[in-house]
């Protein structure tokens, strides 16, 4: 009998081991929890909503899981899903090896400011997550930012949104900056391509008004010079106008002259580098019709929107010798970046783009600092985050500064030979 006893408990602790080695990652994928006072769906309990002063004890939190905020549903629904399946990637869920424990709870956003503050409650109070992702325009960011702040929980957001992490301590930003953008391709103009007289054509639109600010003071702050800043309407595509005006009449100039069978006269310009904060669509516009009146030997720079499949689709001759910025790109020589797009496209049959990279680098990220620094609690992980230094991922090397924004190494790129090549 005695020996019965011994044999049974060695089955059974053989039988837990067996369990936890086959760990693998958990994914819970929630639809967004109705606010206070809403109708709640038949036969759902509605979840309970916890005042500050009830938020999770330290010890309560629980560190193998974290929460995702990201549009599931409605336009951005397509940035969202593949958000998602990189941090599931990140969480090792096709490694067959993994013995991971951690557990992934995502919420549908739908591209609203409300939706996300109510899963960022949820997940925070209600999973006891330990920090919290998030994909978030402009307005959804400042809103899940005071949020995270009010419930106390860890925020990383992807988000262009400039300042956004300055609401709360416990806010973090990991995206390439307009600011961080401009800085880039302003210095590798000066420094690599020894030019430093600049003129800008700009959407008149926030996005184009906000980046063209920012390039008129770090021109200035680098001691170049701006000749001219240009804005179009963001529905334009005749850019005749402009041209002329970038060129000091000369476009009128010559069509004068060729009405009069003159000799045609080249186009001087007075500036060495012309900056376009717009898409890839209006860029090559802008460049095609720029050779069509012959304004040449003008370096041309961007920012990330430029950083699509198709900008190099017909019309890339335009574009030759182009270079914006961004922090990711299939065009690299980091071995971090192309083992990443390995194993994204084994997984799912194509190939990443910027928005996986963040997502898989985020998640990467507070991964490898519960892991490595065994993190019990949300203030823990906060000061590891940042005391963090160089986090190799898919979009090169990850810091964060003293007001919680990721510091990155762009990546420079440059159409040669009608392909994409990154140059630093």
């Not at 717009?278 to 516009?285: A, G, Q």
Request: proline share 4%; aromatic share 10%; with cysteine.
């Amino acid at each position: 009998m005695k020996n019965y006893k011994i044999f049974a408990k060695i089955i059974v602790f053989l039988l837990i081991a067996f369990i936890a080695c086959c760990a693998k990652p958990e994914i819970v994928v929630k639809e967004p929890v109705p606010a206070s006072g809403e109708e709640q769906p038949a036969g759902v309990k509605p979840p309970e909503v916890k005042r500050p002063f009830f938020a999770p004890l330290l010890s309560e939190v629980n560190r193998y899981a974290i929460g995702c905020v990201l549009p599931l549903s409605g336009p951005h629904a397509e940035l969202g899903g593949k958000a998602l399946d990189a941090i599931l990637l990140s969480a090792g869920i096709f490694d067959k090896t993994s013995r991971s424990l951690w557990k992934v709870i995502a919420h549908d956003s739908r591209g609203s400011a409300q939706e996300m503050k109510i899963a960022i409650e949820h997940l925070a109070n209600t999973e006891r997550v330990i920090a919290i992702i998030a994909i978030a325009g402009t307005e959804e960011a400042v809103e899940a930012a005071h949020e995270a702040d009010k419930w106390g929980v860890p925020l990383i957001l992807i988000t262009s949104k400039e300042g956004v992490s300055l609401a709360s301590e416990y806010v973090f930003q990991h995206f390439l900056t307009p600011t961080q953008q401009v800085k880039a391709v302003v210095s590798y103009a000066l420094n690599n391509l020894n030019c430093a007289i600049f003129s800008a054509l700009y959407p008149d639109d926030n996005y184009g008004e906000e980046m063209m600010e920012i390039f008129r003071e770090e021109v200035a702050r680098v001691g170049g010079r701006l000749e001219r800043a240009i804005s179009y309407s963001k529905d334009q595509t005749d850019f005749t106008d402009e041209i002329n005006e970038l060129t000091s009449n000369q476009i009128i100039m010559a069509k004068r002259a060729a009405k009069k069978d003159e000799d045609k006269k080249k186009i001087n310009i007075d500036f060495e580098v012309l900056f376009i904060p717009d898409s890839y669509r209006r860029v090559k516009m802008i460049a095609s019709q720029l050779a069509f009146y012959d304004v040449r030997d003008v370096q041309l720079l961007g920012t990330s929107l430029w950083n699509s499949p198709y900008l190099l689709k017909r019309g890339a001759e335009y574009l030759e010798g182009a270079v914006f910025a961004d922090s990711f790109s299939p065009y690299t020589f980091y071995r971090e970046t192309n083992d990443f797009i390995d194993i994204y496209y084994t997984a799912y049959s194509r190939d990443p783009g910027n928005i996986e990279a963040l997502a898989y680098d985020t998640a990467g990220i507070i991964f490898s600092v519960i892991e490595n620094q065994d993190i019990q609690t949300r203030p823990e992980l906060i000061v590891s985050l940042i005391e963090m230094e160089n986090y190799q991922g898919a979009t090169g090397s990850t810091s964060f500064d003293y007001n919680r924004v990721a510091q990155k190494t762009p990546f420079i790129l440059r159409v040669e030979n009608g392909k994409l090549q990154q140059v630093k």
